[in-house]
């Protein structure tokens, strides 16, 4: 029973058959119907207009964004464990040009007004020290915390006080939206560019960055095809997501997954590092209890020497999450 | 009937049927059986130890190729119709930071010893000028036209006597395989890294990067991942490097496309403006016969003003191809 | 009798005096009283607002013009021999984070407005190529010819035309306005930035960067910094220009280097490939005849096979101009 | 009375005359005499083989000389307050093409194989993570303390197990040497390369990366050109540094200052928040006392809200320092 990550789950008929579905020749790259089409879906679910770009993965979807909104010389505010920093190989570096990355504090891997006026108020305002250029969140977090609209607000208030763009890593968007039960536009607030996560969610390559600036898309096209993203076969992942906002697929996956984790979530009382608001579990427990648990067939990740981090999927089925929770209350 | 480009054809079935067959969970990245199997056979195809990367696409794999040989302060020698000149979208410039192309001339869009010791023996060897560190070659050629087996040894002596990477473009090797009768190996030569193209071959989304020099794979598996190419369900890209090997399905694709080339050539006589050695077509025609074609069905790009360039595909049907041959000889 | 260049030219006296005068501490980087009048001082000779940057080299000078033009993803429009595409070891391609220069052609060095669209023209307009964003040229040119006002507004027009920026490499600008005998003003023409070059003309270690346009200052403020190009004694840097600027030294310099190479002209005539329009003559002669003037201590570089350079500076000796023109005509 | 850097004091009187005597021409860039006979000084004063190049600033030759060590997919480690995090402008993201810096801790702004290791341990040996390639530190270090032999014997081991690069700032080297009395290749020990700065003691504009394996300082050769840092009339540079080695004056000159420094160190007993080991002070002061100190004539900066720093130069007057000492005592 594999809660490892929904990185490599399996993927969703209904994106099979679109893809199926897309067989047909038609014009390459992103000139087919298909890719065509994306810009009126994404305008309509999020409620303003918005361009948007497939890319193959979420470190391409969100240096991409990024590159739009920060110079070489300048930097992102993200926080300390953002995807971005730790998980990335270096992208940001690559694609901003050599842009910093500034690190901010924050509970549940979430960053505020407070926690990022730490980081860039001391910033002198000469040459000598890098200046902010945008800041960048992950909704939902990598601790799994869903920023609740009013605390994107806040950041799109201090982003505009101090003439920065904001980024939204929306790898796990689907299950913020879940969580949150509010509109897909309510849940990505009033940022310039959004990484919408498809990947983890039931789909198979494709990702979307939505711009809500269509500046910003102008500049991301020739972006895109300089850093190979541009597939000739472009309409596979037009494809895969259109299947996902057909008939609001991705969300009704991502509340999968999230009942899948609150099911776990139930049996682990005290041992929950941080509130459940997505598909991902942090769970305190001995090297013995984690053995335990994989001698039970539970197959998971460490999380340092104290702690096991649990991901459910779109298909993380009812009777393993079900297995799982009553294994961590058996513990 | 489309003769526009092999770039956007439909996947073959058997691809299909392996991404289908990799749908089970496994490691994310490239941690999953298929990926780590693809060295092997890799090896195995071209007689000589192997190590493969997938990438999504060939302008992804002829850059981090080419990363891994070329300093920022170098240059790439390529012929000035070269794909990473002509059509990536200045790729290469950010694959290896600001690396220049040094633009070689030669008759079908070929590069051989002479026409590279043209462009690099005027540079001054002194650091007010960009050293060459590598030279790339394309198999097929931009023009369709094939490398023979000397011709690529005559370019690796060159390289090395200078100290230069070689690397080859092989978006459309399979044609070049078939065109040439030889086994891979032979097709390859002594290159340093290929980049082995499926996508136009009957793939969807996975092109090879083949490395003969281990040492050039473990920095590119870095810079993959740092330029957002390493998909975390790689496995389905593994599938279809799988599907194109097995049974030599990617050679028997190269024929077919390369089978109704030659039917279509069989028409051109003088209008052909280079041999037909692969899968592309230069035709000779006025605007009128272009009208006249595209009257009859035919989809094609113009090439200049007084010219066509047709493309077959490994799916091109025999009797599109003799329609066209037909129309051609008709004209 | 040194002809070889300008370039390593004994240092003027008044630069020197300059220098001494401002050996007192004042404020680090930019911050002296010298730095923080340059602004004013360009201003009124250029008759526009004007914002001066010292930097130390011509190549650094350029190339931070340059950069606040360009986008990574852009191109540069240049001469095929200018400066920044021969000599400067690939820094445009670093300064502009993989950028391209797209070479132009033209008589001396020289390009106009139909050697531009040559080169731009056949750009398709998408993703696939790489687009212009700039034009760079040279005054007085790579073979020592200016361009004349209405050159340059032919250029300027082209560029607002397409978007484009509009740089002039004026490392030998003193020598096009002597020639010219034209305001400071009527030789930059409307260009949006200018690399104002003293180093050939009498200076030590300073060259300006001069932007007709605020916008452009303020990014190539944070760019020399990251170039580890703002000296902490920038005063030294600041006190050449002035005493380049005051009682226009730079022009009398100026005439003088161009007065020496005019009366070794005289001495040439049929063996001239340039009109002599600045301080370097490009001449006609067998290796025996170079034999024959190095014999008589001239020193100078050959220019291929079949001609040579000559070069002549601020501090030329009449007496060894005319020695020169007597050995050339005599040969 | 000034203590607010020594990076803008005026140039030592031998080094003007260095440069005055270097006026004659002579070959352009580093082609000239004095340039060409720095490695053999270099050599002998560090007792092994060095090569030595010149640029015109610390933030330039740290970044040469870590670009030589680091791939773009790398890292560099050093101190959390280190100059090239600190005040360098980002350059070097820009150097190295987006390679990240990783902070480490320590007292006195100094590193030590527990602080690296800190750092580097929890690195996960995979792509998804950026690798360290390169340990930097400074000598004397941000806050004005020396690294022993054994100190940097200690970071040397840690780089050769884990196969890294080891790089010395020594914008203050002077100081170091002069406070730890022992041979130049004793205080800079192993290390890879040495930022090796006289502008900060005496210099005008020039600073040496002296480079003890000489394929590095081949690299650089062309990063530095690349960077638009090879002065034509680099003559000037080279002269300055002779000058500086000659006779050892960089020594007295540290000398000089370090004696400066302790005299006001005596009268500040508790307030130190930092050994004085070189020439600059951190002194615990309130605003009230700061305001005293200046009515008084002394120029310095703030350090924090409760805290002086001031710097001595190779000039400051004796009679200043004891003045300021005086002052300090008198609060």
């Not at 050599?98 to 001391?122: M, N, Y």
């Not at 879940?178 to 990484?195: I, K, N, T, W």
Request: glycine letters at 8%; proline letters at 3%; charged letters at 25%.
């Amino acid at each position: 029973m594999k809660f490892l990550s929904d990185n490599a789950a399996s993927v969703h008929p209904e994106v099979w058959d679109a893809m199926r579905a897309a067989d047909a020749p038609d014009s390459p790259y992103d000139g087919d119907g298909l890719s065509a089409s994306l810009d009126e879906k994404m305008s309509s679910l999020f409620g303003r207009e918005s361009k948007c770009l497939w890319v193959a993965t979420g470190t391409a979807a969100n240096c991409l964004a990024l590159a739009t909104m920060v110079q070489p010389h300048g930097a992102v505010v993200c926080h300390r464990e953002a995807h971005i920093e730790m998980d990335e190989g270096g992208a940001p570096g690559f694609y901003l040009h050599g842009a910093k990355l500034l690190l901010a504090e924050g509970e549940g891997a979430k960053i505020d007004r407070g926690s990022v006026l730490d980081v860039i108020d001391p910033i002198r305002d000469d040459v000598h020290q890098v200046q902010p250029h945008a800041i960048s969140i992950t909704q939902a977090s990598e601790y799994g915390r869903s920023y609740r609209p009013e605390e994107v607000a806040g950041l799109r208030a201090l982003a505009d006080e101090r003439g920065l763009g904001l980024h939204m890593d929306g790898a796990r968007f689907a299950n913020a939206a879940a969580f949150l039960d509010l509109p897909a536009g309510e849940v990505a607030g009033q940022v310039d560019a959004l990484s919408f996560g498809f990947v983890k969610n039931g789909g198979m390559s494709a990702e979307a960055i939505v711009f809500f600036d269509p500046a910003l898309a102008d500049v991301a096209l020739y972006r895109r095809k300089r850093a190979g993203h541009l597939q000739s076969k472009g309409r596979y992942l037009a494809a895969q997501i259109h299947a996902m906002l057909d008939g609001d697929l991705w969300l009704s996956n991502g509340r999968a997954a999230n009942a899948a984790a609150a099911e776990i979530a139930t049996a682990c009382g005290e041992r929950l590092m941080h509130p459940v608001e997505a598909n991902e579990l942090f769970v305190r427990c001995t090297a013995a209890e984690r053995e335990a648990l994989r001698a039970k067939g539970f197959e998971f990740y460490d999380w340092g020497a104290d702690a096991a981090r649990f991901v459910t999927a779109w298909n993380t089925r009812e009777e393993d999450a079900r297995a799982l929770a009553k294994a961590i209350a058996d513990l």
